[in-house]
Every structure is written in C-alpha cells, then in structure tokens.
C-alpha cells in the first residue's frame, strides 16, 4: 500500500504538531491538525492492537527464528585507489582494529586476530595471551606460510602462520 499525497500531508501536519508539544510551545498557538488526521492515527493504533490480538491468540509463532544462526553483520569491502571493488564479504568477527600490510588484511581486537588475502580469502584466525596494540606482516604468503609481527604494548612477537 503506497501512501497517496493527502496522506503525506496529513502525515507532515501530525508531526509538526507533535514537535510543537515536544517543545513546548503553548496549545494556543499550536497548528490545527483536520480531523481526518486524527481519525487515521486513531485507526492504524486500532490496526496494531487487532493484529497483536490475533498473534497472542494464535496457537502456534507466526515467526520462528533459528537460535543457533551465526550472524554475519559485518562486511569486509576491500578497493583499488580507483574505486574498483576488490571483494565484498560478509563477516561474523567485530574486529575493532584494521591494518594494511604488505598483500595482507588484518582484522583484530583484544586477543583474537583475523588475516585475509587481497581476494578476501581468511588465511589465518587467531587468539594470543596478551592484548594486541598491532599487527605487521613480516613476510609474503608462500607455501611455508608467512610470518606476523604480533606488537603487545611492551614486546614484539614473531609468528609463523600456514
């Protein structure tokens, strides 16, 4: 159902009103609002309570969610200097930190740290005992693996990933 132009205005008047007691303005020198307004406010809050009626009467969920979904809300975007996309991936990891280095991407916070290659392949998901302050590839990904500079606040690891 699309809403038609009355509609619109109506819509604009009712939350220009609503503004003016949100800031307090005196009733008397609020806007007049037509009746036709508030007979639709009145009729959609009676809608809402019909449906909510019908679904807590109902005897099975309307909707059922599975528990167990890992939820991806997170998107990895990587682009050329040109704008050219790169990839596009759906992540579940919330890294708060990123870094560029060499062909790597590196996704971390805290103690667990993602590596992904420029075609935004996870080469490598990792934990470590202490809380990261950065990342830093120390070399390029061959087929002995690669290895990070793992940076904490008062030492420097070196690891070596597959």
């Not at 991806?72 to 596009?88: I, P, S, T, V």
């Amino acid at each position: 159902m699309l809403i038609e132009s009355t509609s619109k205005y109506y819509l604009k008047k009712v939350r220009a009103k609503a503004k003016m007691y949100e800031y307090g303005v005196p009733e008397n020198l609020h806007i007049e609002v037509e009746d036709q307004a508030n007979d639709l406010i009145l009729l959609c809050i009676g809608i809402v309570g019909d449906i909510a009626n019908e679904i807590w009467n109902m005897e099975q969920a309307p909707i059922i969610l599975p528990k167990e979904k890992e939820e991806e809300n997170y998107r990895l975007l990587l682009f050329r200097k040109n704008g050219e996309k790169l990839f596009d991936k759906a992540l579940s990891f919330s890294g708060s930190k990123m870094d560029l280095s060499g062909d790597k991407i590196f996704l971390y916070q805290e103690k667990t740290y993602q590596v992904y290659d420029f075609s935004g392949r996870l080469r490598y998901n990792g934990t470590t005992e202490d809380s990261l302050y950065y990342l830093r590839s120390a070399s390029d990904f061959n087929l002995g693996g690669t290895e990070l500079m793992l940076c904490f606040p008062n030492k420097v690891e070196r690891v070596r990933i597959q």
